[in-house]
């Protein structure tokens, strides 16, 4: 029997057939109408993915970081969300990192041989002194890529919390796991393609993951991201109006702590919000978990 036969990944769609044949309206009404399915099937999975959140966060907490392994679209999706984590989030490039089968010639350039070599999965863990603190989740959609597989082995055998994050139901990577997320999106439009739905739902579940996680981590207050590095002039706007927002203050008091600072929002926003130096602020957040919420009430308690 061909080793996809079974895979829910590699079925055909029959909401999809005779779609060559269709006008460019019909093509997209067809795409549309499946991509709708792509968000409830990942509700089911929320608690899973809960799960992992949490797993996340004490990881990072004690000193651990955060590892995607993936090939292709799921190599690719995972040095998406990892690159965004630093500018985004204010963390260091290490916090979040991806590892994709064929290395960086693979983000530009199919590498498809390079997800054959289980052997090359486990070197890359290695090579980044991955340990027991760290996480690894595999993305994989049909789940069986020997390099994501090697990878879990590996993770597993240094005693970390390893994911498998698939779209199959036979996904060999829940075989390598102690956490399972299972996004079931179904047969794709056009048969095998998981760029599509199952990358879809991929990119859904590592958003969730890594904004849950930084939010807990205290990376945002209410819905700012307080701790955006201001590398740009773009960003460096965004950051005096989240000052604005979030400290209730005008334009000038704005960019006048932003300055005061040295540019940390974060930084700036207790400061107007408590009226004190940028010591005192920086202070008060790295005794209380880097969250302004907690620093905001420890200074109540303690005037």
């Known amino acids: 029997m061909n080793l996809l036969e079974g895979l829910t990944t590699e079925q055909r769609n029959p909401n999809s057939i005779g779609i060559d044949k269709k006008d460019t309206i019909s093509i997209l009404k067809i795409i549309n109408e499946e991509d709708k399915s792509v968000p409830l099937a990942v509700e089911k999975e929320i608690s899973n993915i809960g799960i992992v ?81 760290d996480v690894l989740i595999g993305i994989t959609a049909s789940g069986q890529a020997p390099f994501v597989i090697g990878a879990m082995k590996r993770a597993r055998e240094i005693g970390a919390s390893v994911v498998a994050l698939s779209c199959n139901e036979k996904s ?66 965004r950051s005096k109006r989240i000052i604005m927002l979030a400290a209730g203050c005008d334009a000038e008091t704005a960019a006048k702590v932003f300055k005061e600072s040295g540019k940390k929002p974060k930084t700036a926003i207790v400061m107007v919000l408590l009226g004190v130096d940028k010591e005192t602020a920086e202070i008060l957040l790295n005794e209380n978990e880097g969250r302004i919420g907690l620093a905001v009430d420890a200074y109540g308690k303690s005037s």
């Open 172 to 237: 060999k990577t829940f075989n390598h796991a102690g956490y399972i997320i299972h996004i079931d999106v179904g047969p794709e439009i056009i048969t095998g393609s998981t760029r599509m739905k199952s990358g879809t739902a991929q990119k859904l579940v590592l958003n969730m993951i890594t904004t849950a996680s930084m939010i807990k981590m205290g990376k945002v207050y209410n819905n700012l991201m307080v701790d955006l590095v201001p590398v740009n002039n773009k960003l460096i706007q």
């Open 53 to 133: 959140v949490d797993i996340v966060v004490a990881a990072f907490k004690r000193g651990g970081r955060l590892f995607y392994v993936g090939a292709g679209t799921s190599g690719r999706l995972g040095v998406l969300d990892a690159a965004e984590c630093p500018p985004t989030f204010g963390t260091d490039p290490q916090m979040v990192q991806a590892i994709i089968a064929g290395g960086r010639e693979a983000l530009v350039r199919a590498v498809e041989w390079a997800e054959d070599k289980e052997a090359e999965g486990r070197k890359e863990i290695d090579k980044r002194g991955f340990t027991s603190r």
